[in-house]
């Protein structure tokens, strides 16, 4: 019977241990969301999250549209929502 029960649990651990391994990755298509604090800059955000790679204007452009933002103007405590 005892080792019934821990056949039974190894099982169950097994598959658990497994279910974890293998579930699907985070979505890389959602976007980072991102709260200001005091001082943030559309600019400081582009270079932060989106490195030299590509051009900062042309980032802060798109983080604007997606945003639906009329200017670069950002408030603490704002949450900006950054494509991926």
Known sequence: MKTLAM???SIFF???VS???LSEPADE???IEVVINEGDTLWQIAQKYYG???DIRAVIEEIKVYNEL???TIR???TLLLPR
């Open 70 to 72: 009329n200017d670069a």
């Open 7 to 9: 056949s039974v649990g």
């Open 76 to 78: 603490p405590g704002d």
């Open 52 to 54: 030299e790679s590509r």
């Open 19 to 21: 279910s974890t391994y």
């Open 14 to 16: 097994l598959l658990f």
């Open 29 to 31: 298509t959602e976007p």
